[in-house]
Nanobody, 125 residues
């Protein structure tokens, strides 16, 4: 069992930055691949970025490649999403998710077993 709690969302102007954090409970955190998903109103939840168990392999959606960076600290049970040069199109609720059998490239919602409640990111133009 893994419980996930996101933080770090907020309102920012276009071109600004935010750093999302996800705190995970449980001693088995290092056995999960992790992902950051987002869901905008009226749209499906989509994978933004994923990271494998060791942190050595990452995945980014084309829309955020070069602007977002995912990282994890297994000693602290934390995963992060650094978001730079934010655009209004990045506005969404961002969710942290854990996958027991997946990898950094697991892009489907069904690949993930545990989810956080989400944190709102709003980018104004």
């Amino acid at each position: 069992q893994v419980q996930l709690v996101e933080s770090g969302g907020g309102l920012v102007q276009a071109g600004g930055s935010l750093r999302l954090s996800c705190a995970a409970s449980g001693r088995t955190f290092r056995t999960f691949a992790m992902g950051w998903f987002r869901q905008a109103p009226g749209k499906e939840r989509e994978l933004v970025s994923g990271i494998n168990r060791s942190g050595g392999s990452t995945y980014y959606a084309d829309s955020v490649e070069g602007r977002f960076t995912i990282s994890r600290d297994n000693a602290k049970n934390m995963v992060y999403l650094q978001m730079n040069n934010l655009e209004p199109e990045d506005t969404a609720v961002y969710h942290c998710a854990a996958s027991q059998y997946g990898s950094s490239g697991s892009t489907k919602v069904a690949d993930y077993d545990y989810w956080g409640q989400g944190t709102q990111v709003t980018v104004s133009s």
